[in-house]
């Protein structure tokens, strides 16, 4: 069946977008279902096109005033939301030491049977993996579908990795109360929010960063105790200007990370091991004069930073670098000079409202171009719940579903480098991940792919004639976008199936890992 499977996929993998054409409402609904949603639920793109899709759009926009029931209802069962950093540092606290104490025993007593995996410590591992499924669940399930799609992008331009010390206690707060409020808000105010994130501080070690020569007060330089931070620390200077802000053309100069890192020495966290949150240590700073593009910044503490944030955020090259990634995740991996311009535009004339900059790549004649029409490529996270979506999926609580994305590739929160997982389409095909997506794509349909449930009497009715099974799955699956290659492909592989039951079930996997569906 893997060989049968991987011959079908690379038969079917044709590169690159489906050939133009007109765009009816239909074809505007689902595009903006696979843009600005994680694709469309049976009946969506109909109902969209009834609503009218720059109507939906707004609304999506303006999420606040969509219900979501649904959701919070589901949310309930995630136990990790309702600990703060304090609560989760404790606990991790409690698993490393009883972890320490169980390997001592073990090693005293010579002991190996005892499972590693027990206790506190297992407890924990369950409350992370409540994150990464979390983000599942809500992208598959929220009416605030836009939201969550912005929740991604900001999770991977500002990343920080959960496996990294205090950030396996400190993200679970960094998703909830940096990312997702800010999601849609402002720029400036999202930037001054990730800058002062005890998660990202951690991540990318300004914590300790200080002033060289610089001691705590309660030590000076003859004191006792923990060995304090000596010098400054340049991996989040670099990061934010290289990343977040002005891109890796954004003309700075290695000068200019040396000032903006002696810029944000003190910036820091509170108890760090406790799961405290940001702190300002004036005696950590460097009260020297900076010289940041053309602006100085004399002694003034905290304030001089967030100063810094804020001329960042108006910067032209920030305006374009950020407005480049958002038109390359919702246009073109390569994405045209006419969307980032529109959306460079709006940045200036709201200061940098992402809405607003959203709403002018949403109008932009270049989102709407033919070319556009399916000519990305889903990611993992996608992939999975588009699947969930398309076949009205039920997903669990349990980490199942999260472990599916991971296998595919792209383990949620767990991108060691600051970059994040990227837009283009280069991570993601190749022969290994097209076989993954098949196999997880042929589970879900026989309703045995861990953490989902599935029926599909809902979706496709079971029919002897395979042509017309074939024709059913097209319309209420991919929405009629079925080549007349991968047709005739797929009714090959039914042609010695006799069950109805099972002939619907290979046909829905295989559609489903299909190229069609693999892009959006």
Known sequence: MRHRLLTVWLVLAVPGALGAQALTPRDSALHALNRLAYGPRPGDVDSVARTGVMRWVEQQLDFERVPDDRLAGRERAFKLLTYDREDLAHRYGEAVRERRRMQREMAESGDTTRSRGAGPMREFRELGGELQQLAVVRAALSERQLREVMVDFWSNHFNVFVGKGADRFLT???????????????????????????????????????????????????????RAPTGINENYARELLELHTLGVDGGYTQQDVIAVARIFTGWSIDRPQQGAGFAFHAWAHDRGEKQVFGARFRDDGVNEGIRLL????????????????????????????????????????????????????????????????????????????????????????????????????????????????????????????????????????????????????DVVPAAADHAALVDAVNVRLLNGTMSAHTRSVILEQLADVADPAQARTLAVGLALGGPEFQRQ
């Open 172 to 226: 679970p707060s960094y998703i909830e109360e940096t990312i997702r409020p800010h999601a849609l808000g402002r720029f400036e105010d999202l930037l001054i929010a990730t800058a002062k994130s005890p998660a990202m501080l951690f991540y990318l070690d300004n914590a300790q960063s200080v002033a060289p020569g610089s001691f705590p007060p309660s030590r000076g330089r003859g004191g006792q105790g923990v």
């Open 310 to 457: 804020k001329l960042l955020a108006a910067q032209h090259a920030t305006m374009h670098h950020v407005s480049r990634k958002l038109c390359a995740r919702f246009v073109s991996d390569e994405p045209p000079d006419g969307c980032v311009d529109a959306a460079v535009e709006a940045w200036h004339r709201t200061s940098g409202d992402i809405r607003a900059v959203l709403r002018a790549i949403f109008t932009s004649p270049d989102f709407w171009a033919p070319q556009a029409l399916r000519a990305k490529v889903k990611t993992p996270l996608e992939f999975v719940v588009s699947a969930l979506r398309a076949t009205g999926a039920e997903p669990d609580s349990t980490l199942r579903l999260a472990q599916v994305v991971a296998r595919l590739g792209e383990p949620l929160y767990l991108q060691p480098a600051p970059t994040g997982y990227p837009e283009a389409q280069a991570l993601w095909v190749n022969s290994g991940a097209l076989l993954a997506r098949m196999n997880a794509a042929v589970a879900l349909a026989a309703d045995r792919l861990p953490g989902a449930s599935v029926d599909l009497d």
